[in-house]
């Protein structure tokens, strides 16, 4: 997703480009890899991802 939004950053306008990063945002922060990322940094150990 990061880097489709990258390639077309230069095709768009800021407006859209804004757009684009905060649908990204919504999509990237529902993930349960998130929510582990953020309790391993608390808990301070290494993330065990499992690309859900």
């Not at 095709?11 to 990322?37: I, K, M, R, Y």
């Amino acid at each position: 997703m990061s880097k489709r939004l990258l390639n077309n950053s230069m095709h768009v306008t800021l407006e859209e480009a804004l757009d684009d990063e905060g649908l990204s945002q919504t999509v990237n922060f529902g993930t349960n890899d998130t929510a582990e990322a953020m309790m391993a940094f608390v808990e301070k150990r290494s993330p065990d991802f499992k690309g859900r």
